[in-house]
């Protein structure tokens, strides 16, 4: 079982549909980060968080330390959003490593 | 403010070569962190170069090595190069230290082994 699971790994929406991802991992961690991959590779870091809620314009980041998740909301999709958006977490029992999820991979049509 | 740079963006190696690829930080960032992204094993963490000395490491041979600059600019190197090498390469920069603060990623280089 991989460390850092999400859920789900492809998803296609409608424009201006609220998408949602989530992101479950088995480690202790000291922080999460979402990232956003878009063709070509370039990676762009979302959020880090350690706890509650964090909010940038239409994303929204959440954790629950106690129940080990996290979910990615995207509100009114845009197709400009298509990506693939990866979960993160700095473990802190494997020395301050990040590991990774697999992805899920996001398509918003317009 | 520069972002990340990494060069070159594509490469392809016959197996066997060794192969180096860079990685300019951030100015003002000590951190560099580099990373393999394959379709069938996904992003995987290699190592962490902090001020100029590795200070994490991920489970890949020791064909896979490092090193950062003064000026925080970090090289990686592969030698004995293997088809299952084929991937994109990616460095991090952060201020801190990879994960406790926020990475500014680069471009990538895609490596292909023949």
């Known amino acids: 079982k991989n460390e850092v699971e999400q859920s789900p790994q492809n998803l296609t929406a409608q424009e201006e549909e609220f998408i949602t991802i989530n992101c479950s991992y088995s480690?202790?961690?000291?922080?999460l980060h979402w990232l956003q991959q878009h063709p070509g590779g370039g990676i762009v870091s979302l959020f880090m968080?350690?706890?509650g809620k964090k909010k940038h314009g239409r994303l929204i980041a959440t954790i629950n330390i106690q129940e080990k998740h996290s979910s990615l909301h995207i509100t009114a999709s845009h197709p400009r959003d298509s990506a693939v958006y990866i979960c993160?977490?700095?473990?802190?029992?494997?020395?301050?490593?990040?590991?990774f999820g697999g992805g899920t991979r996001v398509l918003v049509k317009p | 403010k520069a972002g990340v740079t990494q060069t070159p963006r594509y490469l392809i190696k016959t197996r066997g070569q060794q192969v180096t690829l860079s990685c300019s930080p951030i100015?003002?960032?000590?951190?560099v962190s580099w990373y393999q992204q394959t379709p069938g094993q996904g992003l995987q963490f290699l190592f962490e170069?902090?001020?100029?000395?590795?200070?994490n490491k991920g489970n890949f041979p020791g064909r896979f090595s490092g090193r950062q600059f003064s000026n925080s600019r970090s090289e990686m190197n592969v030698s004995t190069l293997e088809l299952g090498d084929s991937a994109l390469y990616l460095c991090?920069?952060?201020?801190?230290?990879?994960?406790?603060?926020?990475?500014?990623f680069g471009q990538g280089t895609r490596l292909t082994v023949v």
């Open positions: 991090a920069s952060s201020f801190g230290g990879a994960g406790n603060t926020e990475a500014f």
């Open positions: 480690v202790g961690i000291s922080a």
């Open positions: 968080l350690s706890s």
């Open positions: 993160a977490v700095l473990d802190w029992a494997a020395g301050n490593k990040l590991t």
């Open positions: 100015s003002g960032h000590r951190s």
């Open positions: 170069y902090f001020s100029e000395t590795q200070r």
